[in-house]
């Protein structure tokens, strides 16, 4: 027998009731014998221990548990409680996520806002520019003819 | 001669526990408190604690009493929050405190070693029995959360190795396995202690 395996059934069974084998080795190994008086000191003193009588619960116990419980459960949401707030979170940003997709797809690219900027931003080109090119509208818009106060013909293209 | 009211079995309570009635979990408490008050002693030893710890044990159970499945006993889940429980606390209690010292005089040292015949007769006097009492309680304070709480459930609160398996959710053979460990450790803390290191 190992001395690992004797001192396993040692602890387990207890010296007295040890069987023989186990007896038999405690004879020839001086490790074995030293580590069962050890042990047998120890577990003295571990079942003085246990012996010892626990302190009873004090009259109110199981109320003073109960009002903690209340305590707690107020302060401090369960598992299901959280559970249930995360989930309804997550419900409410995928509504939110619906609706700014919808709003994009509806809403149109450009809108009279839009329009008016661009026309600050790129203003058109200069009707000179046009009339030049196009004899047609020279004759059909007049409007669009360029100043001709001081300046030569060929200076309204610049 | 008055006639006791038939004790409500402790399935039915945790049903109605687990349906969110906070009242029956009452009886529960009044059931087990003693069984909690005694394990939670035996594992953290400050009988100041005890109360405080064993309050927060119930309410652990009461939080968690929906995940309870009805495969092991009440008891014995029960027991499994304590432990575990008090085995978080005596981690914590490990880092705060200062190592401290129980000194160990060689003359005392001697004197308890030889105490190992009367203590194998169960004839220990009261003197003797109060320094091999001292000496595994010191140990005992001293050993890591995991020996102590497995030393403790075998040696002071006499589980067997399949209820302590089935409290820690261990297998039997790891549980032997560790129990092992932990013997064969606190006994080598005690001769490097004798040794003065």
């Not at chain 1, 401090?76 to 959280?82: A, D, G, Q």
């Not at chain 1, 509504?95 to 661009?118: F, I, K, N, W, Y």
């Not at chain 2, 432990?83 to 005089?105: F, P, S």
């Not at chain 2, 190992?116 to 109060?130: C, H, I, P, V, Y």
Request: charged letters at 30%; glycine letters at 6%.
């Amino acid at each position: 027998m190992r001395c690992k395996e004797v001192r396993e059934i040692l602890g387990e069974s207890g010296i007295t009731e040890a069987p023989p084998e186990v007896r038999e080795h405690l004879g020839r190994c001086p490790a074995c014998e030293a580590y069962t008086r050890d042990w047998k000191t120890l577990h003295a003193g571990l079942r003085v221990l246990a012996a010892e009588p626990a302190p009873e619960p004090m009259l109110g116990f199981t109320a003073r548990v109960l009002r903690r419980l209340e305590e707690a459960t107020g302060t401090f949401p369960s598992s299901e409680e959280l559970l249930e707030r995360a989930g309804r979170r997550m419900v409410y940003a995928t509504l939110l996520l619906a609706l700014v997709l919808m709003l994009a797809l509806v809403l149109p690219a450009s809108g009279p806002v839009r329009t008016q900027a661009s026309t600050e931003l790129y203003p058109p080109e200069p009707a000179a520019v046009v009339v030049e090119n196009n004899p047609i509208l020279i004759e059909d818009a007049p409007l669009n003819r360029p100043p001709t106060f001081s300046a030569p013909k060929g200076d309204a293209v610049r | 001669m008055g006639t006791s009211r038939p004790q409500v079995p402790d399935i039915e309570l945790i049903k109605r526990v687990q349906r969110g009635d906070r009242e029956a979990f009452e009886p529960l408490v009044e059931r087990y408190q003693r069984r909690v008050f005694s394990l939670v002693f035996h594992l953290v030893r400050r009988r100041d604690e005890v109360e405080d710890i064993a309050q927060e044990i119930f309410v652990k159970a009461f939080r968690g009493i929906r995940s309870y499945n009805f495969q092991a006993s009440f008891g014995t889940w029960l027991a499994r929050i304590a432990v575990n429980h008090c085995y978080d606390y005596l981690r914590r209690e490990r880092k705060a405190k200062l190592t401290y010292y129980w000194q160990l005089g060689e003359e005392s040292s001697r004197a308890i070693e030889g105490h190992a015949q009367s203590a194998s007769d169960g004839a220990l006097n009261t003197e003797q029995e109060t320094e091999v009492r001292d000496l595994a309680e010191q140990l005992l304070g001293r050993a890591p959360a995991e020996d102590r709480t497995i030393l403790t459930l075998k040696e002071l609160e006499d589980h067997s190795v399949e209820e302590i398996a089935e409290i820690m959710k261990l297998r039997p053979n790891t549980v032997k396995v560790r129990l092992h460990r932990a013997r064969k450790r606190m006994l080598e803390d005690w001769k490097r202690w004798q040794q003065g290191r």
